[in-house]
């Protein structure tokens, strides 16, 4: 160890000796806006939680927070939820929406139509549906007892439920442990955003709210036509930032990819989560502790 130190040192003193009076180069690293800063919220208990900060590598200029033109018929104040083009938009006046960017899990293309928010809970808990546990007890027994309000929470900080004439949807918009994920569809989940982002629509919205899903005629009628990237990412058609060679799509809900396995953006370690295992025929977000 001392000779790997000696050297180290020896190559550092080296470089110097053979460097000029410039000043030292620095690798420029890039920044992540204010908003998806870390921040500290209110837990579930009144404690102190910290939300980490987002990488700067997820915010793509579709994945983040930002007012743009919108040309759909809804009024102001609605939320729209386009999932074949992966955004989400809250519509203000003048022509204009705050645009988020999301990321869809097989739920997020099971439903479409006009619903209410009808219930916001700050850091919900989670339970999978008995039909969850019976099916696949090997991934979700384990969590039969539910799971309490927390960043290990496949809900996030915060979750919007949808209703549509006084029933439940099952159609939830919420944070996410697995932030990577954002733009991407993933195999599981319903419509999932940065926890800076489901933060800050959810301080925006009430009850009562009207949320329009697309079905995926309206997203290709509106949104046009989608790329899909290499990296999972969708770019609109013709986009000269998507590689040359990339097939373009209309918006579909097909290429689910079979499994997704959550890294932990906020440690090193894989985390065994309901996202980290095969789910091929249900969303293990499809039912919240009431």
């Not at 019976?134 to 900080?157: C, E, V």
């Not at 209703?163 to 569809?185: F, L, N, Q």
């Amino acid at each position: 160890m001392m000779r790997l130190v000696t050297l180290f040192t020896a190559l550092a003193l080296g470089l110097a000796a053979c460097g000029n009076n410039s000043q030292p180069m620095t690798l420029a690293t890039p920044s992540v806006p204010e908003a998806y800063q870390a921040r500290v919220d209110t837990g579930p208990n009144g404690e102190p939680v910290q939300i980490p900060a987002i990488r700067a590598a997820y915010l793509t200029e579709r994945n983040q927070r930002q007012q743009v033109p919108y040309n759909g018929p809804e009024a102001p104040g609605t939320i729209v939820v386009d999932p074949y083009a992966r955004v989400l938009y809250h519509v203000q006046p003048g022509g204009q929406a705050m645009r988020y960017g999301v990321a869809v899990g097989r739920a997020g293309t099971g439903y479409a139509g006009t619903a209410t928010i009808a219930r916001k809970a700050a850091w919900p808990s989670w339970r999978p549906t008995d039909n969850m546990i019976r099916t696949q007890p090997d991934l979700y027994a384990q969590f039969a007892g539910g799971l309490s309000g927390g960043l290990h929470n496949p809900l996030g900080p915060r979750a919007l439920y949808l209703y549509e004439g006084g029933r439940d949807t099952y159609y939830r918009i919420h944070g996410t442990m697995d932030p990577s994920s954002v733009g991407k569809a993933t195999s599981a989940g319903c419509i999932r955003l940065f926890n800076q982002d489901i933060m800050d629509l959810f301080g925006q919205v009430s009850n009562g709210t009207t949320v329009h899903v697309r079905s995926q005629a309206e997203s290709l009628r509106y949104e046009g036509p989608m790329t899909e990237t290499p990296e999972g990412y969708v770019e609109p058609a013709g986009q000269p930032s998507v590689p040359a060679g990339a097939a373009a799509l209309a918006p579909t809900a097909a290429a689910y990819p079979a499994t997704s396995m959550v890294t932990d953006p906020y440690a090193v370690t894989t985390i065994s989560t309901p996202y980290s295992a095969p789910v091929t025929t249900i969303s293990p977000v499809e039912s919240a502790v009431q």
